[in-house]
């Protein structure tokens, strides 16, 4: 695998939240980047996501260089031949196993051995989706927390075959992008999603039974243990669709305790999914 210092070009895979968000921060630190999506739009989509937030950072003065210069370090492409020339690659697709499979399938016969192939997944195993490469010890579990140019954390998740130095690269890269990281094991939801899930449920489950209204259990939340969002807000924003799926994944995995709120389940059928589409819990503009 390349040294840490060897890195200038890191590919990402989906240009959606998660994948816009990975981009824009290595841009602004410093690194040429190459964002692929399957559809133009999508790329396009999200280069104009990445424009957004950098001008938004840029009117706090939260950055050190002009926006534009951040920007013309992403090119955006939707042929996954182009992240052939990535030092390393982070996936950043839609939670489903099989789909990740798939892309790591093609970045093993696209990127050059050695080049570090990380998962963006936050629950998914790492050990599962890097079975489908033919090597599992240059893949590793890179979950960053979203919104990710403004949350500090990434996870670093080791799987079964994961090498010692890839873990180490892995480390290294997320603080170079002024994150700070901490180590799970590949077990199901990792530590922030196992705990996260239940804590997020039981909310709108107190809020589905009367408990208290919505502000309530936000503000009670806040106050009372000192985290910037309540469960109910906090759902908004991560996207009820991607919650669900995370609450979904870690009941098959680990029982009843992660059982999804009916009301959470109701929400996205009804197409109501947070702040991306404007209703959740909450309205938004």
Known sequence: MPSFSEVDTVGVVGAGTMGN???QVAATAGYEVVMRDVETEYVDRGLDSVVDSLDRLAERDALDEEPAAIRDRITGTTDLDDLAAADAV??????DL?????????????????????TNTSTLSITSVASATERASDVVGLHFMNPVPIMDGVEVVVGEHTADEVVDFAHAFAEDLGKETWEADDKPGFVTNRILMPWINEGIRAYD?????MAD????MKL???VPMGPLELADHIGLDVALDASETLHEELGDRYKPAYLLKRKVEAGDLGKKTGRGFYEYE
């Open 209 to 213: 039974e009367g408990v208290a209204d």
């Open 224 to 226: 009372g243990t000192n």
């Open 21 to 23: 968000g990975i981009a």
């Open 217 to 220: 259990i936000d503000r009670g």
């Open 90 to 95: 982070i996936e950043a697709v839609i939670e």
């Open 98 to 118: 099989d789909v990740k499979r798939e892309v790591f399938g093609d970045l093993d016969a696209v990127t050059d051995d050695g080049v570090v192939l990380a």
